[in-house]
């Protein structure tokens, strides 16, 4: 087989922007970590932690931030009469918004609608008959650069500290 220069220059090309591509695909944005974060948040997803600094991972205790969380959740349950599942929210309706952005630090304005996930039958039968209640979610959250990555600051959304 006859090897053509401009093939080899055009499988080059084809190449590095393969590279380019998967570079920028795992990069995150400050937005992209509002929205992960905020989805992780509403949803009692452990995962959330990863999306907090590392030393607002622990508080001054040694007690992970998110079991104080959970810990908080429960008691509201109990408190309620319900199960903590019943406090899960999912987001729909996401839109983002860089209010401000610098190196260091940038605040990100996020809007969202918030219903209940309890279980899926509960949100195909409360969209079906339009009883399922949505809350309005408007905050503006502060991200941080740590080592290249952005990570949500303390206190958001009145995490424990």
């Not at 948040?41 to 040694?62: R, S, W």
């Not at 319900?82 to 209010?99: H, Q, R």
Request: charged share 25%; aromatic share 10%.
């Amino acid at each position: 087989m006859n090897v053509r220069p401009k093939h080899v220059l055009f499988i080059g090309a084809l190449i590095a922007g393969i590279c380019i591509q998967i570079s920028t695909a795992f990069a995150s944005s400050p937005e992209d970590t509002v929205v992960d974060f905020s989805k992780a948040y509403f949803m009692l997803d452990p995962e959330m932690a990863t999306y907090l600094p590392e030393e607002a991972k622990v508080n001054e205790d040694g007690v992970e931030i998110f079991t104080l969380y959970c810990e908080q959740i429960e008691k509201k349950a109990h408190n309620q009469g319900y199960k903590p599942s019943y406090f899960k929210m999912s987001l729909s309706d996401i839109d983002t918004e860089v209010l401000s952005s610098d190196e260091e630090t940038a605040k990100v304005r996020i809007t969202a609608i918030k219903k209940r996930s309890i279980n899926p039958l509960y949100k195909i039968v409360g969209n079906l008959y339009s009883i399922q209640d949505a809350h309005k979610l408007d905050r503006v959250v502060t991200v941080i650069n740590e080592n290249g990555d952005w990570k949500i600051a303390p206190g958001t959304y009145g995490l424990p500290q």
